[in-house]
Nanobody
Framework: VQLQASGGGLAEAGGSLRLSCAAS????????VAWYRQVSGKQRELVAS???????NYAYSVKGRFTISRDSAKNTLYLQMNSLMPEDTAVYYC??????????????WGQGTQVTVSS
């Protein structure tokens, strides 16, 4: 599985960005689908996740502002980010994973896309 993240850039506070994560390869049984972010020198943190049944979960800091979604036909994961704040500045990563019978957990990460929010 290969993940290609895109859509990062510079935005003003209050603005919006949409991140995309295009997945390729064998996506059978993928059930961990999420966005993370990391500020230099800090631990990577979960931003949002979505299950195969389209149930979503968000970090408290982004709830009500960010929306995670997936397009199964396009094998693409999205993160719509609205009402951006300077503290949203980070490198954003998409992550996918799966458990298959008799195999260890398989985890895949995108390359990261920088989001910078100016005040």
């Amino acid at each position: 599985v290969q993940l290609q993240a895109s859509g990062g850039g510079l935005a003003e506070a209050g603005g919006s960005l949409r991140l995309s994560c295009a997945a390729s390869g064998s996506l059978h049984s993928i059930d961990v689908v999420a966005w993370y972010r990391q500020v230099s020198g800090k631990q990577r943190e979960l931003v949002a996740s979505i299950t195969p049944g389209f149930n979503t979960n968000y970090a408290y800091s982004v709830k009500g502002r960010f929306t995670i979604s997936r397009d199964s036909a396009k094998n693409t994961l999205y993160l719509q980010m609205n009402s951006l704040m300077p503290e949203d500045t980070a490198v954003y990563y998409c992550r996918m994973g799966r458990v298959r019978l008799g195999r260890p957990f398989e985890e895949y990460w995108g390359q990261g896309t920088q989001v910078t929010v100016s005040s």
